[in-house]
Nanobody, 126 residues
Framework: QVQLVESGGGLVQAGGSLRLSCAAS????????MGWVRQAPGKEREFVAA????????YYADSVKGRFTISRDNAKNTVYLQMNSLKPEDTAVYYC???????????????????WGQGTQVTVSL
């Protein structure tokens, strides 16, 4: 089992920045993709970013490319999401997720992710 706990959410003005963290415990993460998925009120979950186990490959949704950066520190079993130039449409609950053991290009398919955190709220005001 893998337990995931997100932190770092909050209220920020448009144009501001936040850094989300996801601390993992349980099994090793170095052979698992890690991802961030968000869900805004009344909308489906949107895959935002993913990173391969080694950290050498990443994926970003078009809506966040150039503004968000995903990274990981396997020694600390932690993954991060640096969010810059935030917009009101980024408002959502952000979930951290860990995939089943896999290698290669990180997956952006929610079905590939077996473990999920409880989520952290990000609110961007005008």
């Amino acid at each position: 089992q893998v337990q995931l706990v997100e932190s770092g959410g909050g209220l920020v003005q448009a144009g501001g920045s936040l850094r989300l963290s996801c601390a993992a415990s349980g099994r090793t993460l170095s052979n698992r993709d890690m991802g961030w998925v968000r869900q805004a009120p009344g909308k489906e979950r949107e895959f935002v970013a993913a990173i391969s186990g080694s950290g050498g490959s990443t994926y970003y949704a078009d809506s966040v490319k150039g503004r968000f950066t995903i990274s990981r520190d396997n020694a600390k079993n932690t993954v991060y999401l640096q969010m810059n130039s935030l917009k009101p449409e980024d408002t959502a609950v952000y979930y951290c997720a860990a995939s089943r053991v896999r290698f290669g290009v990180p997956s952006s398919k929610k079905d590939e992710y077996a473990y999920w955190g409880q989520g952290t709220q990000v609110t961007v005001s005008l």
